[in-house]
T-cell receptor, first 111, second 116 residues
């Protein structure tokens, strides 16, 4: 079946790098996503990676995909207090396009 | 242009009552999704509409839940005989099309449902 797992909490100091990890089970997923949810706000798409890519970089964000191990990570360089939020990893069902989300990782950035 | 809108933003109801939640997708988007975000279950898929095709209802948790999409646009999620475990934030998303190709899903702000 489809399942996505994430660690629940990460705390870093401002200026450090944050790495949020995710594992998924559906090897047929074509796209994998990272969404950000700030308190009281909706889900915001941060970035995505196509399944035939190993890495994608977008400004301070780096996504790494290990398809063999079904492991996805999001690295945020120079983490700022404004990055404090819940980060959701999601895989896209190849049939319908529905998203299967992980539980979300709460990122706490200490000044 | 306008994003996905949902109404009401908050709904408080008594156990056993029926509720209707509304989603207005982005104009021209043929795919519409409902998700639920609750403390115990995280973010879970409920139902998917694509154009005039039969909806994918595989995520609906019980037969008290139903959804319609009229005219390929507005969607209504109905929960009958609400229970306390239905308390959650109900999120709607739309995309140009569904399926395997990349099409970003744009999320609405959600409806927070509280069942007393």
């Amino acid at each position: 079946g489809e399942d996505v797992e994430q660690s629940l909490f990460l705390s870093v100091r401002e200026g450090d790098s944050s790495v949020i990890n995710c594992t998924y089970t559906d090897s047929s997923s074509t796209y994998l996503y990272w969404y950000k949810q700030e308190p009281g706000a909706g889900l915001q798409l941060l970035t995505y990676i196509f399944s035939n890519m190993d890495m994608k970089q977008d400004q301070r964000l780096t996504v790494l995909l290990n398809k063999k191990d079904k492991h996805l990570s999001l690295r945020i360089a120079d983490t700022q207090t404004g990055d404090s939020a819940i980060y959701f990893c999601a895989e896209r069902s190849s049939n319908t396009g529905k998203l299967i989300f992980g539980q979300g990782t709460t990122l706490q950035v200490k000044p | 242009g306008a994003g996905v809108s949902q109404s009401p933003s908050n709904k408080v109801t008594e156990k056993g009552k029926d509720v209707e939640l509304r989603c207005d997708p982005i104009s021209g988007h043929t795919a519409l999704y409902w998700y639920r975000q609750s403390l115990g279950q995280g973010l879970e898929f409920l139902i998917y509409f694509q154009g005039n095709s039969a909806p994918d209802k595989s995520g609906l948790p019980s037969d008290r839940f139903s959804a319609e999409r009229t005219g390929g646009s507005v969607s209504t999620l109905t929960i009958q005989r609400t229970q306390q475990e239905d308390s959650a934030v109900y999120l709607c998303a739309s995309s140009l099309v569904g399926g395997a190709s990349y099409n970003e899903q744009f999320f609405g702000p959600g409806t927070r449902l509280t069942v007393l």
